[in-house]
């Protein structure tokens, strides 16, 4: 019942036709463009495909589907709300690949006072040292054909 087409990747471009089965994409210059393609059925359930364009010569494109990498899906866990000063918490990530297998997790703090992050090369860290406040997280993850997806979390902490 519906269609949802984005960019994730690559330099910007110009997307017309975004909620149709076939999209329309202008502006493209040398170099290779990422989009996704969500579909909605009648009952809610929900499936999306990626696709990989790459131009060259600014005149020749080919486009990557079905037989190409279907990129993996990080999940950094649902942003946590936390009322105690906890002396250290552990995040709970994951990630699906489809057409493969994770090969690399990655964690790293993007904002908020810097807190420490021990096992940051897993799914599951700990982070140390909160104080009241907001801190923000990403995990990056790679599968075996390389490439890479990010998810985003939140954790707040506050004095009960």
């Known amino acids: 019942v ?45 499936d999306y495909d990626n696709v990989l364009v790459n131009v060259t010569n600014s005149s020749t494109a080919s486009i990557e589907t079905g037989g190409g990498n279907i990129y993996p899906v990080a999940y950094a866990g649902p ?13 709970y990530g994951s990630a699906k690949d489809s057409d493969g297998r994770i090969t690399s997790y990655k964690w790293a703090q993007y904002g908020g006072d810097p807190v420490t992050l021990t096992n940051a090369n897993s ?13 923000y997280f990403k995990l990056t993850v790679k599968d075996d054909d390389g490439a890479l997806d990010t998810d985003r979390m939140l954790i707040v902490v506050s004095e009960s």
Do not use: C, H, M
């Open 2 to 46: 519906s269609y949802k087409w984005i960019q994730y990747g690559g330099a910007a471009a110009t997307l017309t036709n975004t909620t149709s089965p076939t999209l329309s994409v202008s502006g493209l210059k040398d170099g290779k463009y990422y989009f996704r393609l969500t579909v909605t059925d009648d009952k809610g359930a929900t």
């Open 123 to 135: 799914p599951t860290p700990t982070v140390s040292d909160l104080e009241p406040g907001k801190y």
């Open 79 to 91: 942003d946590k709300r936390i009322t105690d000063i906890v002396n250290s918490l552990r995040i």
